[in-house]
């Protein structure tokens, strides 16, 4: 198969994730602050665990003898089997339709990173049943799984793709602040949840923010 200078490797994805779990754990306090106003004060707590379960399980791989597939595979069953939050199931089902999207290829090109957050998106929303306006990590996902769909109808090159992904995702987490929640713990909040960000999209505007930098990082952002 043929790979372009920029298309991402299994190294390139294993540094991704090593970056996702390095902002986790430096936003861990905040995230569990969020969660601790609309839900139970964890989830800066249980990202870091997931992320540090995968960053580990990554770090053991003879990255020559690795194809992407498995670098998304093994990292969705260490989060699932380090994360008891609703977190858990929702981004090992999220790595594990990456993994899916990303099958018999060598290296990822636009298309695929794009078809990869795309099917990342829809694995969470399938799991958790969620839609749009339901204050959660869905919030931030679909926008940005969307606009870089836009992005990449446009013609436009993976950075622009990934920041347009980044841009969106950071205004859908803002964007939860003033909605109900109808789906997890916060759905028992009913009015006393508006005016707060849910902690689940902010983690999935950082996540997306660092994929884009690791990703395409000499793209805008
Ligand atoms: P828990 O709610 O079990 O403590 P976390 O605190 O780790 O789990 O994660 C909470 C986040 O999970 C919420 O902020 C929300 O974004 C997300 N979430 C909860 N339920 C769902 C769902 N059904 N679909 C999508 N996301 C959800
Ligand atoms: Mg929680």
Request: proline share 3%.
């Amino acid at each position: 198969m043929s790979t372009g200078m920029s298309d991402v490797t299994t190294k390139d994805l294993i540094a991704m994730f090593d970056a996702i779990g390095a902002m986790i754990e430096a936003n861990k306090g905040h995230l569990s602050e969020l969660d601790g106003v609309i839900g139970d004060a964890d989830h800066g707590v249980t990202m870091n665990i997931g992320f540090s379960a995968v960053t580990e399980a990554l770090a053991a791989l003879d990255t020559s003898a690795t194809e992407p597939t498995a670098v998304f595979n093994i990292a969705a069953k260490s989060f699932l089997n380090a994360v008891g939050a609703s977190s858990g199931p929702l981004y090992a089902t999220a790595f594990m339709r990456a993994g899916a999207a990303v099958k018999g290829k060598a290296s990822l090109d636009r298309e695929a990173v794009v078809e990869t957050i795309g099917a990342m998106a829809k694995g969470i929303q399938d799991r958790g049943k969620a839609t749009r306006g339901e204050k959660t990590m869905v919030d931030a996902w679909l926008p940005g799984a969307e606009a870089a769909e836009a992005a990449r109808d446009a013609g436009q090159p993976l950075e622009a793709c990934l920041a347009a992904a980044a841009a969106a995702a950071a205004a859908g987490a803002e964007s939860t602040k003033a909605m109900l929640a109808t789906k997890g713990r916060a759905s028992r909040l009913g009015e006393r949840a508006i005016g707060h960000v849910d902690p689940g999209a902010a983690s999935a505007a950082l996540i997306l923010a660092t994929i884009a930098r690791t990703l395409a990082p000499e793209g805008p952002l």
